[in-house]
């Protein structure tokens, strides 16, 4: 055997060697990958619920604020109507209490046209 076939086996060997060496770390990757596979699925089944409820959570939010803006928005109707009935009661008082007080002022008048009267016929006999 000369130098070069020596070379040449000593070669062989190590590639044989690298390529053992190759395949071994190949498979640990792939055994790693795996593993990395299979937490990401198990997070991801812990995490679909968790999203499947603030969904859930999110509509219903938004379902009660709708709710309340509707709500809010009726008593304020509310408010404004009984705001307005008072304005109209407080303005017929005020003008009913003015013809009240003008058809009281007639009344004593004609009361006390009516007492004069009397008195001057009592007076009178």
Do not use: C, H
């Not at 020596?6 to 060697?17: E, P, R």
């Not at 812990?46 to 969904?55: A, Y």
């Not at 009935?85 to 046209?113: E, H, M, P, Q, T």
């Amino acid at each position: 055997m000369t130098v070069i076939e020596i070379f040449l086996l000593i070669l062989i060997i190590v590639a044989i060697v690298l390529a053992i060496y190759l395949i071994v770390t190949l498979k640990k990757i792939n055994v790693s990958l795996d593993l990395f596979q299979k937490d990401i699925s198990s997070l991801n089944l812990k995490i679909d619920p968790i999203i499947e409820n603030l969904t859930v959570i999110s509509d219903k939010a938004v379902k009660i604020s709708g709710e309340t803006e509707k709500r809010i928005f009726d008593i304020s109707d509310s408010i404004q109507n009984v705001r307005d009935s008072f304005s109209k009661l407080s303005i017929k008082n005020i003008s009913s209490s003015s013809k009240n007080s003008a058809s009281d002022f007639v009344n004593n008048l004609g009361a006390a046209s009516k007492g004069i009267s009397a008195f001057w016929k009592k007076l009178n006999k």
